[in-house]
Structure formats: structure tokens, C-alpha cells
């Protein structure tokens, strides 16, 4: 063997056994060659972004239909009847008389109270 060829040897026998260790190193998986660390850095962040707003959009969604529920359930509710009141029972004219009278005296002792402090307010001071 030349000596040039000595040289080679060597060299071709060592790309052999680095091609298949290169070929095994991938620099993220999924992603192919040429693909740079920032995009892969902008490719996740979308896909957070996208994954982040779906999750808005569900919460929302579901805060919705939990509104709607809850009127429907609302609607559906029995309202309880009115109470009846029992009518009051009618006086008589004995009855009734008294009562007016009653509320006269109270009438007049009210105005004959106001009409103390009235005459109190009105007089001149001295």
C-alpha cells in the first residue's frame, strides 16, 4: 500500500462509523432538518396560545349553558298558590258605631293636643 492511500483509509473507515451516529442525533423530534431552535420555540408557543384560547372558549361556552340551566330550572319551578285570606267577619250597626265614636274621641283629643302646642308656637315672645 502507497502511502496516499494509507491516509485514506483511516479517513473513509472513520466517515463509515460517524454516518450512522449522526444520522440517529435528531434536534427535536417531529420537526425535520433546517428547522431552527426559534422556530420550534415560535411553533410551541402558538400551539399553547391555540390550546389556551380553546380552553377560554369551553370555559365561556360552559358558563353559558350552566346560565341556561339554571333559568330552565328556574322556569320550570311550581309557584305556590296565592294564600287565601279569609274574609273578616261583618260588624254590627251596635258595633260599628262604637268604633266611629271611638275614632272621634281619638280625633278630637289629637287636635286638642295639636292645638296646645300651636297656641304655644304662636304667641309673641315677650
Known sequence: MSWPMRLVLPLLLSLAAAAPAVAQVAPYPGYGPGVTTGDVHRYEMDRLR????????????????????VLELQARRVQPPAPVYAPQPLRTVEQERAARETATARREATARGVGQIDAWLDHAPQ
Not at 51 to 60: E, I, T, Y
Request: glycine share 0%; no cysteine; net charge positive.
Open 50 to 69: 391555540n390550546q389556551s384560547d380553546k380552553r377560554d372558549a369551553l370555559a365561556r361556552q360552559q358558563s353559558l349553558d350552566t346560565r341556561l340551566t
